[in-house]
């Protein structure tokens, strides 16, 4: 019987930070608010809430931005920071996995409440597309151009967990030896894959 395979170093590392939260708009932010223990938001129409303020113009340009939903903004924004932290550019091996609590609910009801007050003529075709839960995911891989496999976890609150467990399955799967999800080139991810 053969020697099973050497063992590989397949470490799969977090390389970059994006966030766009009431807490902060960058990691650092964040981390001092949590460590101080404050709490963003308060009463928001009748509920604790702590909504968002942001100007996507920071990382979307204008045409981009009239086709996207709340969402998709927080994604892109969130997104293109993580590039940034991790002194990376998207390109052909970098993949998109969105992890999304909800998903567009905005989107959703502005798309359904006419639809149920007046009849399926009522159906916006400019709003359906980003009822769908893979649109937020789907505008990120455009927007920055990442061009490797795109994929939206829904998992209620553990979203994030999730995205990060099937970022981290398609990293470990593709590796430099294994076929996988591939690139429109046919390579497999393996080494220098990333996703955000």
Known sequence: MPAPPEA?????????????????????????????????????????????????????????????????????????????????????????VLGTGLGPMRSTEEFYLPVLASGSAAASPAVFPNTVFNAAAGQVAMVLGAKGPTSTVTAGHAAGASALSVAYDLLRACGPRRRGALPGDGRPLGHGARFL
């Open 8 to 96: 590989r170093d397949e470490s799969v590392v977090v390389t970059g930070i994006g966030v766009v939260t009431a807490g902060g708009q960058d990691p650092d932010a964040l981390w001092e608010k949590y460590r101080a223990g404050v709490s963003p938001g308060g009463p928001y129409r009748g509920l604790r809430a702590a909504p968002v303020e942001f100007d996507p113009g920071r990382w979307i340009p204008p045409r981009e931005r009239r086709r996207m939903d709340r969402l998709g903004l927080l994604a892109v924004a969130a997104c293109h920071e993580a590039l940034v932290h991790a002194g990376l550019d998207a390109h052909d091996r970098v993949g998109v």
